[in-house]
């Protein structure tokens, strides 16, 4: 077997943690001399995510392809599928690896048609939260766990970002019958640089996607909570776009805030970290997500959610970590904020973020599996 692969990352949504993901992985794939390629939606993305493309394409050698493919499973998935395994069976991959939960169906299951025609490709999956944030009393869970079921008999590795994401997966789909790996997402070196706000900074910034998810509204609940408890209102930056987006400008809105938060549409996290003193993640659910990782590389003090894997990154005990509960994160917030100089002494250190979050530590594990799952 030779050492250098063809690899095609598939996907459905091009934008924030999954794609984050894919833009380091293939990065440094290709780095290692690796032939890389990208299917995913055409749908989703805006501006920001186009500059993202456009700064990709002339380094991956398989392409950028992107194909219209639906969130949600419907009549139009039998189109997408038969269009998004026409452009793979081109790309001739040896190495297929599907993210998130339609990126992982596709994946698996071209990669298994491609075996039907003799081609040896290695079929991986990384579910990235994904359908595992389903709950597994209701219908909708019961079905999309028997459907991860079936599939893991497609499926040659399972990657996990989180060990949180592991312990979900035997917990709701069942004990992994084929092998599985943990491999934290990874900065670059680059990243690791402290990054010190402009003067005029705001006191609290959001950076992430628009939607309940997320926790944006727990966020500005919590900022009409806190600022009484301070005797001065906060000010915030919330930087992102979605859906739900109009919703939260009417709360804001609403609770008589509109003075004191500024929405800004999705830009680079280490230029939205000039923007405010404080960030605060306040997610109801999460894998691995790259906005913490990127915000302790970058030396900013931040207040996130005990959710996902979040608690692997700080340490399940730290006092930066709350539950995504207005009441609770507001009352953070006056903490933090009374002396940042002291609350930031919370954050994990350099040295122990580098050993275990690096691009170059992600890239090797997830390598390793490439060639152990063609060894098989």
């Given at each position: 077997m030779a050492d250098k692969l063809r690899i095609v990352h598939c996907f459905?949504?091009?934008?924030?943690?999954i794609f984050r993901h894919v833009r380091d992985l293939t990065e440094a794939q290709v780095a290692a001399g690796h032939m890389v390629g990208i299917v995913c939606d055409s749908t989703t993305g805006g501006e920001f995510e186009e500059r993202l493309f456009e700064q990709m394409k002339d380094v991956l050698a398989l392409g950028i392809h992107r194909t219209p493919m639906q969130r949600h499973v419907g009549l139009g998935?039998?189109?997408?599928?038969?269009?998004?395994?026409?452009?793979?069976?081109?790309?001739?991959?040896?190495?297929?690896?599907?993210?998130?939960?339609?990126?992982?169906?596709?994946?698996?299951?071209?990669?298994s048609l491609l075996r039907v025609s003799r081609s040896r490709v290695a079929r991986l999956y990384s579910p990235h939260g994904g359908s595992l944030h389903y709950d597994e009393s209701t219908v909708t869970g019961k079905l999309f766990f028997a459907l991860e079921r079936i599939m893991a008999r497609f499926t040659d590795c399972l990657l996990f970002v989180s060990d949180y994401e592991r312990l979900t997966y035997r917990r709701k789909v069942g004990e992994p019958p084929i092998p599985n790996t943990l491999a934290y997402n990874g900065l670059r070196a680059t990243e690791f640089e402290p990054v010190v706000p402009r003067a005029d900074a705001a006191d609290l910034l959001y950076i992430g996607m628009m939607r309940d998810l997320k926790g944006p509204d727990i966020f500005i609940d919590a900022?009409?909570?806190?600022?009484?408890?301070?005797?001065?209102?906060?000010?915030?930056?919330?930087?992102?776009?979605?859906d739900d987006l109009p919703r939260y400008h009417a709360q804001v809105k609403r609770?008589?805030?509109?003075?004191?938060v500024r929405f800004l549409p999705p830009m680079?996290?280490?230029?939205?970290?000039?923007?405010?003193?404080?960030?605060?993640?306040?997610?109801?659910?999460?894998?691995?997500?790259y906005i913490?990782?990127?915000?302790?590389?970058?030396?900013r003090p931040m207040i996130a959610t005990a959710v996902g894997g979040i608690p692997e990154i700080f340490g399940s005990s730290s006092p930066a970590l709350i539950r995504p509960d207005p009441t609770e994160l507001a009352d953070k917030m006056s903490q933090a904020l009374t002396d940042l100089a002291a609350y930031s002494k919370l954050m994990p250190d350099d040295a122990s973020?580098?050993?275990?979050?690096?691009?170059?530590?992600?890239?090797?594990?997830?390598?390793?599996?490439?060639?152990?799952?063609?060894?098989?």
């Open positions: 459905r949504s091009p934008v924030g943690g998935d039998l189109a997408s599928a038969r269009r998004t395994y026409r452009i793979i069976k081109e790309l001739k991959p040896n190495v297929l690896h599907g993210h998130g939960a339609k990126g992982g169906a596709y994946a698996r299951l071209f990669g900022l009409a909570l806190a600022g009484p408890r301070l005797g001065r209102a906060l000010s915030a930056v919330m930087v992102g776009d979605g609770l008589g805030l509109e003075g004191h680079p996290a280490r230029e939205a970290f000039l923007l405010a003193a404080l960030v605060v993640v306040p997610s109801r659910a999460e894998a691995m997500p913490v990782l990127e915000t302790l590389a970058a030396a973020l580098r050993s275990r979050f690096g691009a170059d530590v992600m890239a090797a594990e997830i390598e390793k599996a490439y060639f152990a799952a063609l060894d098989k």
